[in-house]
């Protein structure tokens, strides 16, 4: 079990973080750039000290500022990914990974980290220098080189974010696998909730230096504590003033105007949030999907086609996104400038209080 | 791409023909005018071999004085800020504007028999003043900035994350140091001991002043060609073009030895 608690300034920022992560289990910490994700590694590493704060890996100490103990980086022995990686540029791909098994007998650090080039399917690259690796590569041998040492925590710092869109998918499951052969904690930092979800068995998501809710991914994605952790996980976010509605149902009336209708029971200033692939589009004055309590009128700002889908930006007049098949939007005619019916359930509409 | 403005590659080119040339012919012309019969008769006389076997010895002693204690001091300077840092270093590169005739005279002044310290030196036994150990004083005080700055920019330009990566692999700050630091900085450290050898080999001035020009114990190659000069100048010619060689020849074995364009400065 790591558990790590964290108080510190950065700047502007301050950071005050508690986290406990099991062994086997991968916490994803998510938010978006300058939430202080990184700092929590560099703090549980032992590359960056916290002004108050403990972090303790199963019955070790590792830092206890009040106490005075601080054991440093190459003591904690964690297994850390870097963001670019951080290959030694003059070390081949099996010197870098042999480079953590210092101390045991030569024949066993080469036979070892041989070992480790071959679980990630790169042991053909062996010989060759980081500058001529791929970026997919390079993370395979990053990650053979952070786990040869069986280190005690395993922590990511933007795992994905080096590769391009090609190789992600590829490189995602590779870390996928590695995370679920694991037995020990795992930490990962990343700005893409998209990653986050699928790479961590939880999430916490990290605002301005704090918590600011975790748990599952589907968990957040239900029910967002917060418009921040809605929009963060994707969804539009539009504000208003909720009251009672027919049926037990609770009427928004959205800033700027408009109504959308939740099932979620809540009065005063509330945002609700509803995912873009909960909205479907149809011809204004039209009758389809009547069981839908929602129906606004929108403008179309923007329709982008992308590998089938087509993300249709909209003006309700709050900004609203929807997401429809490029079919539909082809059947429809969406075009900006055009004015469309924008529809989905009240069970679609999460309210969460400002 | 030849339009008005045509004239203004050529006349980069025309300052560089100059530039070249006007440095080249010196050295050119020391060659043109020596036959290498003359060069090896040179060697042959006893005082003239003497003198280069003498700079070879201070300046090889003098070089390795500055890597083992410039290399960690230039990586202190180069991954840690602390107050005044900017002051050190500045105080670290004045020996290179210092004219090398005031460096002799301020190394009188501090390890001289009358000097700051030169009650220190006395008590030790060691004599600088006129003596082969301060040749290598005078040689390690000049050529040393060349090196530290070198050596400075080369640690700097190591990724930081590198460092850190080893940290977590286990890796001590000195083993660090040793297993990353220092290959990472290879190229840019060899440079800079190419650049503060060459120095080295030419140092004239300050060994003057501080040493003297005794033949076979403080009279180097550079001394050895100035007195000549008065009396034998195709002499001092011949051993001029030998320094040259010499000095050539070292660069290229620096160069070549370490493979990764030690002269092309960068580190990575």
Same mark, same amino acid.
């Given at each position: 079990m790591l558990r790590a608690e964290l108080r510190t300034r950065l700047g502007e920022l301050s950071l005050d973080v508690a986290l406990s992560v099991a062994p086997g289990e991968t916490l994803a910490l998510a938010g978006p750039s300058g939430a202080g994700k990184t700092s929590v590694l560099r703090a549980v590493a032992g590359l960056a000290r916290p002004a108050a704060g403990r972090v303790a890996c199963g019955d070790e100490t590792w830092l206890d500022v009040a106490a005075g103990i601080d054991v440093p980086p190459e003591a904690r022995g964690c297994g850390y990914l870097f963001q670019d990686y951080a290959l030694f540029g003059h070390l081949s791909a099996l010197e870098t990974v042999a480079f953590g098994l210092r101390g045991r007998p030569r024949a066993q650090r080469r036979a070892r980290a041989r070992a480790g080039l071959e679980r990630f399917g790169v042991e053909a690259l062996a010989d060759r220098r980081p500058a001529v690796l791929s970026g997919g590569e390079r993370q395979r041998v990053a990650l053979a080189r952070a786990l040869a040492p069986e280190p005690s925590v395993l922590l990511l710092d933007e795992p994905l974010a080096a590769l391009d869109t090609r190789t992600r998918a590829a490189a995602a499951r590779t870390l996928a696998g590695a995370l679920a052969a694991a037995s020990v904690p795992t930490l990962l930092v990343t700005h893409d909730f998209a990653e986050a979800a699928l790479l961590g068995d939880r999430v916490a998501v990290i605002d301005a230096g704090r918590v600011v809710q975790e748990g599952t991914p589907a968990e957040l994605a239900a029910s967002p504590a917060s418009a921040f952790v809605a929009d963060f996980s994707g969804a539009v976010v539009l504000t208003g003033r909720a009251r009672p509605g027919a049926g037990g149902l609770t009427d928004v009336a959205l800033e700027g105007g408009g109504v959308v209708t939740s099932l979620d029971r809540h009065e005063g200033p509330v945002a609700a949030t509803v995912y873009p692939w909960e909205i479907t589009l149809a011809p204004l004055g039209s009758r389809a999907d009547d069981s839908a309590q929602n129906r606004l009128e929108v403008g179309i700002v923007s329709v982008t086609t992308i590998a089938g889908r087509a993300r249709v930006g909209l003006a309700a007049p709050q900004p609203l996104v929807a997401e429809v098949t490029a079919a539909s939007a082809e059947r429809l005619g969406l075009a900006p400038g055009g004015r469309v019916l924008a529809v989905w359930k009240a069970a679609a509409t999460r309210l969460v209080a400002r | 791409m030849t339009g008005r403005h045509g004239w203004f590659i050529p006349a980069l080119t025309a300052a560089l023909t100059v530039t070249l040339a006007f440095l080249v012919l010196p050295v050119v012309a020391i060659f043109a005018d020596t036959s290498p019969g003359r060069i090896a008769g040179s060697l042959g006389d006893g005082a003239s071999a003497a003198a280069l076997r003498l700079s070879l010895e201070t300046t090889a002693i003098a070089i390795a004085v500055i890597v083992v204690v410039g290399t960690p001091a230039a990586y202190l300077l180069a991954t840690r800020s602390f107050r005044g840092r900017a002051a050190v270093v500045t105080l670290l590169e004045l020996p290179l504007v210092l004219p090398p005739a005031v460096a002799g005279i301020g190394l009188l002044a501090a390890l001289g028999p009358r000097g700051l310290l030169g009650g220190a030196v006395a008590d030790a036994h060691v004599q600088l003043v006129l003596a082969t150990a301060g040749v290598v004083v005078a040689l390690v005080f000049v050529a040393a900035p060349f090196y530290l700055r070198q050596a400075q920019s080369a640690f700097a330009a190591v990724d930081p994350a590198w460092l850190e990566a080893s940290r977590t692999l286990g890796a001590g700050p000195a083993a660090t140091w040793w297993r990353v630091a220092i290959p990472a900085a290879r190229g840019g450290l060899t440079a800079g001991l190419a650049l503060a050898w060459g120095r080295a080999l030419g140092e004239f001035g300050a060994t003057l002043m501080?040493? *003297?020009?005794?033949? *076979?114990?403080?009279?180097t190659v550079p001394l050895a060609i100035y007195d000549r000069f008065a009396t034998d100048f195709d002499g001092a010619l011949a051993l001029s073009a030998v320094l040259v060689a010499v000095s050539f020849a070292l660069l290229a074995a620096v160069k070549l030895g370490d493979g990764s364009g030690a002269l092309g400065g960068a580190a990575r």
């Open positions: - | 501080f040493a *003297g020009s005794f033949r *076979g114990i403080t009279q």
